[in-house]
């Protein structure tokens, strides 16, 4: 039987749940279906975007439709194996494009409008992250590994100056807290997924942003980074922004390599609270902002750097996918 995407999707999914590094996955797919397994690249790009709470393990129809039709307008006789490659290479290409553009209209990260750019993404934060294999080794008994269930969602704007904003996301109740808290509250079922909505992000996330970032200058020029998430992309979203006028960066799909928090925020603060436990999902969302907080300004000038280094080394790639630096 000849396994579909989709197939090795749950795969990989089973997999992260399991706590296995990207290159273990990788390993243990290719033990099993040699040359039909996936590439580390596809590996590495699912367990971004299951980690930011992805549930689906089809493709985004908005994405690869219109893709699809123009190829098959193209060649009435072309492949499923021919789609599959010209989607990814254009996919590769969209990457090219967008790091081409992108160094071009900041001139390689040297403009004072640098300055200017918030990168904004949510993440989860558990009560109890699990240590590295290395730290658990030294334990003479073998210990099951695993991550607490209590967790919250966290959206962490970050700029080239440093971090601006941390709201919370919480997981209880099914009401707002004090306003100046800018506090979403919603219930979920255990081991239920969530996503931030439009809604939330613009009545309560974004608006605590702009106004702290517009609390000394009300005219301060804003230029918002962000991933393509529905509540990212939704009209009810670009409209506000504009409305605020707010200039929107855009991002190309699937590439978590190519943002701030995912490649440097959220990896470098989850990994200093490896090991520890929280009595609460509000101690470890807690202890995560404090983290953050306590970066100096020069790492947060490295992170913007090291972005614009990572769009050259994609182009020079050609669209490959950056494992972690």
Sequence with gaps: MELSREHFRAIIYYNLQRQLSQQECLDELLSVFGNEAPHLSTISRWYGEFKRGRVSLSDDPRENVDAVRKLIIEDRHVTYREVEAKLVSQQKAARVNWCTKTLDCFNSGNLKNMYSIVSGDESWIYSYELENKRKSAVWPTKVIRSRSVLKKMVATFVSKAGHIAKIKNRLRGQEFQSPEEAVHIATLPLNEQITVTADWYTTICLPKVITELRKINPARKIILHQDNASSHTA???RQYLTEENVKLMDHPPYSPDLGPNDFFTFPKIKNRLRG?????????????????LDLPANEWNKCFENWFERMQMCINLRGEYLEKQ
């Design 235 to 237: 009209q009810k979203t």
């Design 276 to 292: 520890q436990r929280f009595q609460s999902p509000e101690e470890a969302v807690d202890a995560f902002k404090n983290a953050v």
